[in-house]
C-alpha cells in the first residue's frame, strides 16, 4: 500500500509514480536476503526537488534506496 501525504508540492506530481514504482521494486526484490517483502504500508510524507537535476529515474531510485534504508 502507497500513500501519497505530500503536501503544498514539495515533490511535483509527476515524480510520484517513479517514488512509488521504486519502492515497489525494493519489496520485490527485498532488502533482507533477496526475500520479496508484503503487506507493508509505506507513506510518502515529504521530500524536495531540484528545478534542473530532478529526474523520474533519480526519484525511483530515490523511492528504492529510502524504503531499503527505512527497512534496516
Do not use: N, W
Not at 517483502?37 to 521530500?47: E, F, K, S, T, Y
Amino acid at each position: 500500500l502507497f500513500i501519497d501525504k505530500i503536501i503544498g508540492g514539495a515533490i511535483p506530481r509527476e515524480f510520484i509514480p517513479p517514488i512509488e514504482a521504486g519502492i515497489r521494486e525494493a519489496m520485490e526484490t527485498g532488502v533482507l536476503a533477496g526475500y520479496e517483502m508484503v503487506d507493508i504500508a509505506v507513506v510518502l510524507i515529504d521530500g524536495s526537488f531540484h528545478e534542473v537535476d530532478s529526474s523520474e529515474i533519480a526519484f525511483k531510485i530515490a523511492g528504492s534506496m529510502a524504503f531499503k534504508e527505512a527497512c534496516q
